[in-house]
T-cell receptor, first 114, second 113 residues
């Protein structure tokens, strides 16, 4: 049981490039989300999904797109990378969006934009 | 003012010490309070979850919520080197749905043998 798998673990991009951060979970969780973690800022919610075909914006959605075509996968797309998007990105999933259900986090993707 | 304030530390204690980690918040609507533990180069993992005011105990960990003071705490008894990690508080006002979680910036804890 792999849990939440994020790829790649590290990536360096140039300003203006696009890329997709992959997230996959094998726990049949309906709820998935993307966070970014910056020094001194804590974790901030980018986008989330309550099931296949349903996504919504979080606190900091600008510059990012998501889609949810399957229960297992929830990719995050950077449309035109900017240095301000340098961060560590975490994907999380849970059985339901209720707060008493633990969120399972992946180990993160460390992204640097030059 | 940030919604959730958490002293980033670092905090360094000897093995066996009692550790107190704290967060303050400004939104009186917050009702759901969580503590996550994050090891270096890993994702956060949920440690404790509490609803409204009061205490909750789980082994060596105790979570306290004081809504009148807008203050939450996590106590670790008999701390171990394996407790060395960053501890994040998180809270929400969205009823029983996840919605938007507000995270503190984390406190880095080192427990030395």
């Amino acid at each position: 049981n792999a849990g939440v798998t994020q790829t790649p673990k590290f990536q360096v991009l140039k300003t203006g490039q696009s890329m997709t951060l992959q997230c996959a979970q094998d726990m049949n969780h309906e709820y998935m989300s993307w966070y970014r973690q910056d020094p001194g800022m804590g974790l901030r919610l980018i986008h989330y999904s309550v099931g296949a075909g349903i996504t919504d914006q979080g606190e900091v959605p600008n510059g990012y797109n998501v889609s949810r075509s399957t229960t297992e996968d929830f990719p995050l797309r950077l449309l035109s990378a900017a240095p301000s998007q340098t961060s560590v990105y975490f994907c999380a999933s849970s059985y339901s969006p209720h707060l008493d259900q633990p969120q399972h986090f992946g180990d993160g993707t460390r992204l640097s934009i030059l | 003012q940030k919604e959730v304030e958490q002293d980033p530390g670092p905090l360094s204690v000897p093995e066996g010490a009692i550790v107190s980690l704290n967060c303050t918040y400004s939104n009186s609507a917050f009702q759901y309070f969580m503590w996550y533990r994050q090891y270096s180069r890993k994702g956060p993992e949920l440690l404790m979850y509490t609803y409204s005011s009061g205490n909750k105990e789980d082994g060596r960990f105790t979570a306290q919520v004081d809504k009148s003071s807008k203050y939450i705490s996590l106590f670790i008894r008999d701390s171990q080197p394996s407790d060395s990690a960053t501890y994040l508080c998180a809270m929400s006002d969205r009823g029983s749905t996840l919605g938007r979680l507000y995270f503190g910036r984390g406190t880095q804890l080192t427990v030395w043998p």
